[in-house]
């Protein structure tokens, strides 16, 4: 932990030299309504690095909280992020943009768990005591070494009572009063309906409630529906605040069933804030390939989700050509990164020759200032 912590800190000098301090201007963030976007493909079909950034260059865009994900415990193991260790060099660019992104005021968070099973067994996060401390001070440590605001718990399987809530108890006590905890059910299980964690949200936030800051509810793949007021209305009347339930939606249909026009959804999250007078945001699953601009320009669905939930609230980002040339430098060690590592066998990306790495994103065009 220790060494760990170390060389965290040796990275961050690192990466504080590689990427100048500049002379950004906090925004003030009026968190209300949240726009949250997960970040789970990390790689294009030709295993190049998909930027993030268009979220926060592109005009018009107020997200508020970035999901990275999916962290995986695995027994007998390491934490993975998806297929690698969070710390394979593929990972590169994206840890590094994360910074960039914290800089313009989002947050950016982890999730772990996820439609794979096993971050919560009963050997692992759901374990005895001394195996709940070997899994979860992976994830402990993975959240320090990359300076995560916060974590999303997706309990897609069977998990106790008291194992989720020593989970979120744990969390508030390592991580204090500003760290983002937030769980992702389906939205039918916040009304009693059916569900894939097994324990019971409404005891859950009975127990520990205040620790918890609000709910990525899945209102999609059969377990809700965004295409009227009916679900989401249907769980605010089991004594749910509003403000703390977000509208979860998919992006695109690829990513699931439940896709919602957005002239039709925007028609849903407008009625339900005249209702409520507010609600807790919106969610989407997610980034790489949203509607409308699909694979090319992803990040236009936050564009339209902006105009939807928060049109006035657009940030300002400054990025000088020395960021630049330190995002450029993670690109190509990202992709030279894969190769070495013989990522995903070498198959695809060892077709890409050494001198012709050129970003696929055009960090100089982002210079500003
Ligand atoms: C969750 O669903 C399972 C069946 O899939 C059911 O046995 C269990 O009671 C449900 N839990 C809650 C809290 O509703
Ligand atoms: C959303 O619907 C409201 C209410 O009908 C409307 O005033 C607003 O212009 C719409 N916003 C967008 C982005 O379509
Ligand atoms: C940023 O990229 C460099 C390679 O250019 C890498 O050494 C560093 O570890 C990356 N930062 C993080 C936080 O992964």
Redesign the pocket.
């Known amino acids: 932990m220790k060494a760990i912590i170390a060389s965290a800190v040796a990275?961050l000098g690192?990466?504080a030299s590689?990427l100048p301090a500049h002379s950004l201007v906090p925004r003030a963030v009026l968190e209300l309504p949240r726009l949250v976007l997960y970040y789970q493909t990390t790689h294009d079909s030709q295993s190049l690095p998909i930027s993030m950034l268009p979220l926060i260059t592109e005009k018009g865009i107020a997200l508020t909280h970035l999901i990275v994900c999916s962290f995986h415990v695995n027994y007998n193991g390491v934490v993975h992020l998806n297929d690698y260790p969070p710390?394979h060099p593929l990972?590169?660019?994206m840890?590094?943009e994360t910074?960039i992104m914290k800089e313009a005021g989002v947050k950016v968070m982890g999730m772990v768990g996820g439609a794979a099973a096993g971050s919560f067994d009963t050997v692992t996060l759901d374990g005895d005591v001394i195996n709940f401390e070997i899994y979860y001070r992976q994830l402990r440590d993975a959240i320090i070494y990359?300076g995560l605001q916060g974590m999303d718990l997706d309990v897609e399987q069977p998990m106790s009572q008291a194992g989720i809530t020593r989970l979120v108890q744990r969390l508030r006590a390592d991580f204090g009063p500003d760290f983002v905890i937030t769980l992702a059910p389906v939205a039918s299980a916040l009304r009693g309906g059916a569900n894939l964690s097994g324990f019971n949200y409404k005891q859950l936030e009975t127990a520990v409630g205040p620790d918890i800051d609000f709910y990525n509810a899945q209102f999609y793949n059969g377990f809700g529906d965004l295409g009227t007021i009916t679900d989401f209305g249907r769980v605010v009347s089991q004594g749910w605040n509003p403000r703390k339930i977000l509208a979860g939606q998919i992006t695109t249909s690829s990513n699931g069933a439940g896709f919602i026009p957005y002239d039709r959804l925007n028609a849903t999250i407008s009625a339900l804030r005249t209702m409520y007078g507010q609600i807790g945001g919106i969610m989407g699953w997610e980034y790489f390939n949203s509607q409308p601009g699909g694979l090319a320009q992803p990040w236009q669905w936050a564009q339209v989700m902006t105009a939807i939930l928060r049109p006035n609230e657009v940030p300002r980002l400054t990025i000088t050509k020395a960021k630049a040339e330190g995002l450029i430098?993670?690109w190509?060690?990202?992709v030279l990164g894969g190769m070495v590592g013989g990522a995903d066998g070498g198959n695809t990306i060892a077709a890409v020759k050494v001198p012709e790495l050129t970003p696929n994103v055009d960090y100089m065009a982002m210079v500003n200032a």
């Open positions: 990275l690192t990466l590689a710390g990972f590169y660019t840890w590094n910074l990359y430098q993670a190509k060690d990202s």
